[in-house]
């Protein structure tokens, strides 16, 4: 089965960094986009960063560019966002998700998730 977790989130000053991971299990890695989204409360979950596992091809949403980097560990089967100069606002849930075809980076393209983990950016 299709099998997505994403780790890594947790408790982090302003202009400090965070390294999130997805790991995929399940489906060929290399067949498939990952992209990585948050949602904070009150707010629509949201694209941040997407990538083509087998081709690299990636995508970075305007608030993160210059700052987010994603990257996909192929033989891993792992997908990384390493976050740097992270600010209060980039606090939220950040989940991961799947699906064949072009990183295409808004949510309704895309046919699997997992669990969401936690960042919080404190000022």
């Known amino acids: 089965e299709v099998q997505l977790q994403a780790s890594g989130g947790g408790l982090v000053q302003a202009g400090g960094s965070l390294r999130l991971s997805c790991a995929a299990s399940?489906?060929?890695?290399?067949?498939?986009?990952i992209g990585w989204f948050r949602q904070a409360p009150g707010k629509e979950r949201e694209g941040v960063s997407c990538?083509?596992?087998?081709?690299?091809?990636?995508y970075y949403a305007d608030s993160v560019k210059g700052r987010f980097t994603i990257s996909s560990a192929s033989a891993e089967n792992t997908v990384y966002l390493q976050m740097n100069s992270l600010k209060p606002e980039d606090s939220a849930v950040y989940y991961c998700?799947?699906?064949?075809?072009?990183?295409?980076?808004?949510?309704?393209?895309?046919?699997?998730w997992g669990q969401g983990t936690l960042v919080t950016v404190s000022s």
């Open positions: 990538i083509s596992s087998g081709e690299g091809t990636t």
């Open positions: 998700a799947a699906n064949k075809g072009e990183p295409l980076c808004y949510v309704g393209w895309y046919d699997y």
């Open positions: 399940g489906f060929t890695f290399d067949d498939y986009a």
